[in-house]
C-alpha cells in the first residue's frame, strides 16, 4: 500500500511480520551480492515532531529503506488520515522477534550504544530469549563524530548482519545515515531505549 504521510513524515503500512521477512530477504541479498546497508526508522509521535524543526531529521526518515510504525499516536493519525497502519510495531518487539529469526537462521547481531555495559546485558537478555543468537559484539561508544572511525572498525571486524544502534533520536537515527555507505551489514536500525528496557 501506498505510505502514509503524517505531518510530511512518511510511515511504511506494514506488518512486524513484514518488516522481519524483509530484513531477512535483505540479508540473503547481501551474501549473494554486496549491497549497501539500509536503514530503518521505527516512527514514533516524538519523531514526527523533532521532523518538523529539524529537516536533516524529515530527509533521514523519508529516505529510509522502512519507516516502521511504532507508537500508538502514529497508529491513531494514519487511521484518522485514511491510509491506516495494519497494527503498530513496536521497536522492543521487533528486536526480540529478529532476534528468534536471526537465532533460526544464524545471523549476527551487533548492539551499538547505550551507557557501558548496558548492551552486554540486553546481549544475554535477547540470548535468554532466543535461544542459539549469535551476538556479533556489543559497544557503547558515542555518536562523536571523532568515534565513527573507531565504532566502523569494530563492527567490520565483528561480521555482523544487522546494526542495532541505541543513541536516542534523531542522532541514532542521522548516525546511520551519515555512515550507510561504509556501514558492513545489511541492515541498520535505530532502537531508542531498547537495550535499557531489556536490561531491566
Ligand atoms: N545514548 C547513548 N549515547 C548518547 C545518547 C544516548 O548511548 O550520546 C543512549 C541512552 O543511554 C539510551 C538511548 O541512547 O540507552 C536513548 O534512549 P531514549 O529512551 O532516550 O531514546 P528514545 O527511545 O526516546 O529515542
Redesign the pocket.
Known sequence: PVPVSVLGVRVDRITQQQVLDYIIERIVTQQQSTLLCQQIITVNP?FVMAAQRNSDFLTCINQAALVVPDGIGIVWAARYLGRPTPERVT?VDTVVALARRCAEAGYRLYLL???PG?AEIAASRLQELAPGLQIAGTY?????ASEEETILERISNARADILLV????P??DLWIKRNLSRLPVAIAI???????FLAG
Open positions: 516524538e521497536g550504544g547505550a551507557a548496558v557503547a561508544g558515542s555518536p562523536a541505541a543513541y536516542g533520536a542522532a541514532q535505530g532502537v531508542g531505549g531498547t537495550f535499557d
